[in-house]
């Protein structure tokens, strides 16, 4: 389909969606004298429109004047048709439970409130559900490099959170252009603060550069996470800014949506050869505490129940996708930067931190690595070895992704530590050692590669399924040639596109798995 007729398909399912839900909210209002449980739900379908609502006049705005681009607009589609299944299967089932007589036939108050009762709550289940999937997709305007689309987001054309909580990171983004190559002076409204602002007494969470703290003169006991960095010293002219701009983005995120600690400043560290490293403030969710590494959990909690696998998997994969909406890579995605919070002294969230090495996307990318094998299995094998001449992109966070994804599901560490020798080793099912050894350091990383992807071939299905396996494997074979890489024929420029195939063939298909 070409682009004019993507266009126009999104602006006529927008139109048939908002007029069911216009039906929808109608017919949620005309119940509410029933008893509170019913009125609760309903109330709660019309909070979850609401928020469909915003966005979709959004979508129409852009996709009246053109500002979609064409894999966005396929992909937008896409989501709109199943909404619309979703809300016209809700107004159809509202209206045939709504019945309570036929000729010959009177259905009782009790039973019919319910069934009334039951489908309300599979309408709000799917609206959530849609919602929950859809979210990822909306953040993908940020891409869109456009000022018209800042004018369709003004609040006097768009109100509500969700243009403001959009606006608020294309603003971040546009600050970005307007002072990429300055450091921050602005001491008004800079992103950096005084080392005074935390206390000095720090607990170091074991195996990361990650500290537990608070703020000076907090009386309320609440922690705050310190994330620091382990920049290059080629890096330095440009690490402030990078670390500056991730900074303002990360100021804005939402825990609950993409799987990231709110950042409320950062901290300059000076260190003993001169440089200059930093750390993030985080800012912890009232209610999560004792923070442990994925892999300390891959080691010590071996019988981890599969819905957990599965919810972690989930909001690592939310976690990488606002990385890369926001226009940077990660760098080093692994089980060491992924913490684990407990909630009621159980595993409850897991966010993606470690920014040791993050920069935008399309600055000049450090092409110095390092030799350890425990890093490198997680890098692509073109990024192995003491130095590289193949620039860092998006796709190099996917594989490192698809292999915390083999191990999630495995619920294995890959890599183990040996007290006898005191040093680390595979695990010993993880047949590298010849490549860990090999002298060329691509070819063992490509070694390392064909054995992961063995082993998810033949672990995986059983474990998990075939579509979580389908999931790894895009994952790790994301940059391979031929037909079956849904990201083979993607232009390493091209984030918007590599942003669509990552929704479409990782996140929704993750989300689409429940226990």
């Given at each position: 389909?070409d682009?004019?007729?993507?266009?126009?398909s999104?602006f006529?399912?927008?139109?048939?969606?908002i007029?069911?839900?216009?039906?929808?909210?109608k017919l949620?209002?005309?119940?509410?004298?029933?008893?509170?449980?019913?009125?609760?739900?309903a109330?709660a379908i019309e909070?979850?429109?609401l928020?469909?609502?915003?966005?979709l006049?959004?979508?129409?705005?852009?996709?009246?004047?053109?500002?979609?681009?064409?894999?966005?607009?396929?992909?937008?589609?896409?989501?709109?048709?199943?909404l619309?299944?979703?809300?016209?299967g809700?107004?159809?089932g509202?209206?045939?439970?709504?019945?309570?007589?036929?000729?010959?036939i009177?259905?009782?108050?009790?039973?019919?409130?319910?069934?009334?009762?039951?489908?309300?709550?599979?309408?709000v289940?799917d609206?959530?559900d849609?919602?929950?999937?859809?979210?990822?997709s909306?953040?993908?305007?940020?891409?869109?490099?456009?000022?018209?689309?800042?004018?369709?987001?003004?609040?006097?054309?768009?109100p509500?959170?969700?243009?403001a909580?959009?606006?608020?990171?294309?603003?971040?983004?546009?600050?970005?252009?307007?002072?990429?190559?300055?450091?921050?002076?602005?001491?008004t409204h800079?992103?950096f603060?005084?080392?005074?602002?935390?206390?000095e007494?720090?607990?170091q969470?074991?195996?990361?550069?990650?500290?537990?703290?608070?703020?000076v003169?907090?009386?309320?006991?609440?922690?705050i996470?310190?994330?620091g960095?382990?920049?290059?010293?080629?890096?330095?002219p440009?690490?402030?800014?990078h670390?500056?701009d991730?900074?303002?983005l990360?100021?804005?995120?939402d825990?609950?949506?993409?799987?990231?600690?709110?950042?409320?400043?950062?901290?300059?560290?000076?260190?003993?050869?001169q440089?200059?490293?930093?750390?993030f403030?985080f800012?912890?969710?009232?209610?999560?505490?004792s923070?442990?590494?994925?892999?300390?959990?891959?080691?010590?909690?071996?019988?981890?129940?599969?819905?957990?696998?599965?919810?972690?998997?989930?909001?690592?994969?939310?976690?990488?996708?606002?990385?890369?909406t926001?226009?940077?890579?990660?760098k080093?995605?692994?089980?060491?930067?992924?913490?684990?919070?407990?909630?009621?002294?159980q595993?409850?969230a897991?966010?993606?931190?470690?920014?040791e090495r993050?920069?935008?996307?399309?600055?000049?990318?450090?092409?110095?690595?390092?030799l350890?094998?425990?890093?490198?299995?997680?890098?692509?094998?073109?990024?192995q070895g003491?130095?590289?001449d193949?620039?860092?992109?998006?796709?190099?966070?996917?594989?490192?992704?698809?292999?915390?994804?083999?191990?999630?599901?495995?619920?294995?560490?890959?890599?183990?530590?040996d007290?006898?020798t005191?040093?680390?080793?595979?695990w010993?099912?993880?047949?590298?050692?010849?490549?860990?050894?090999?002298?060329?350091?691509r070819?063992?990383?490509f070694a390392?590669k064909?054995?992961?992807?063995?082993?998810?071939?033949?672990?995986?299905?059983?474990?998990?399924?075939?579509?979580?396996?389908?999931?790894v494997?895009?994952?790790l074979?994301?940059?391979?040639?031929?037909?079956?890489?849904?990201?083979?024929?993607?232009?390493?420029?091209?984030d918007?596109?590599?942003g669509?195939?990552?929704?479409?063939?990782?996140?929704?298909?993750?989300?689409?798995?429940?226990?």
């Amino acid at each position: 389909m070409d682009p004019a007729s993507f266009a126009l398909s999104v602006f006529g399912t927008l139109d048939i969606c908002i007029r069911y839900g216009h039906e929808l909210i109608k017919l949620c209002r005309e119940i509410r004298t029933l008893p509170d449980d019913i009125s609760d739900i309903a109330l709660a379908i019309e909070g979850a429109w609401l928020k469909a609502e915003s966005q979709l006049d959004l979508l129409k705005r852009l996709s009246r004047n053109n500002l979609l681009a064409p894999a966005l607009s396929a992909h937008y589609d896409e989501a709109l048709q199943r909404l619309r299944v979703k809300i016209s299967g809700a107004v159809t089932g509202f209206e045939a439970v709504g019945k309570r007589s036929s000729p010959g036939i009177k259905i009782p108050q009790k039973l019919w409130m319910v069934h009334l009762k039951r489908h309300l709550e599979r309408v709000v289940g799917d609206l959530e559900d849609w919602q929950r999937r859809f979210d990822p997709s909306w953040f993908l305007i940020t891409l869109i490099a456009s000022d018209r689309v800042d004018q369709q987001l003004d609040p006097r054309r768009h109100p509500g959170r969700n243009a403001a909580h959009l606006r608020e990171i294309r603003e971040a983004v546009r600050q970005i252009a307007l002072t990429e190559t300055r450091p921050d002076n602005n001491t008004t409204h800079s992103i950096f603060r005084s080392p005074t602002h935390v206390e000095e007494q720090r607990q170091q969470i074991p195996g990361t550069n990650n500290y537990l703290t608070r703020y000076v003169g907090d009386t309320s006991g609440r922690e705050i996470l310190l994330d620091g960095t382990n920049l290059t010293r080629s890096s330095a002219p440009t690490s402030k800014i990078h670390v500056r701009d991730l900074a303002r983005l990360l100021s804005h995120v939402d825990p609950t949506t993409f799987s990231l600690l709110r950042c409320a400043g950062v901290i300059e560290v000076p260190t003993s050869d001169q440089d200059t490293q930093y750390q993030f403030i985080f800012e912890i969710p009232r209610g999560l505490r004792s923070p442990k590494t994925l892999r300390k959990l891959l080691i010590s909690s071996p019988r981890m129940s599969l819905s957990k696998r599965l919810q972690f998997a989930k909001q690592l994969a939310r976690s990488v996708m606002f990385v890369h909406t926001t226009g940077f890579v990660h760098k080093s995605i692994r089980p060491e930067t992924i913490l684990i919070f407990n909630e009621e002294d159980q595993p409850s969230a897991s966010f993606l931190v470690g920014f040791e090495r993050i920069r935008r996307a399309e600055a000049r990318t450090d092409l110095l690595g390092d030799l350890e094998w425990e890093r490198n299995l997680y890098r692509h094998p073109v990024r192995q070895g003491l130095w590289t001449d193949v620039a860092f992109i998006m796709q190099h966070d996917i594989y490192s992704l698809g292999v915390c994804l083999l191990e999630m599901a495995l619920w294995t560490s890959f890599v183990r530590h040996d007290d006898g020798t005191g040093i680390n080793m595979p695990w010993a099912d993880l047949v590298i050692r010849d490549a860990i050894r090999d002298k060329d350091a691509r070819r063992g990383g490509f070694a390392m590669k064909k054995e992961l992807v063995t082993i998810a071939k033949e672990r995986l299905p059983m474990l998990v399924g075939d579509q979580y396996t389908e999931i790894v494997l895009a994952c790790l074979c994301c940059l391979d040639g031929g037909e079956e890489n849904i990201f083979a024929d993607v232009k390493d420029n091209d984030d918007i596109v590599v942003g669509v195939r990552f929704i479409e063939n990782v996140l929704e298909k993750l989300e689409d798995l429940h226990i």
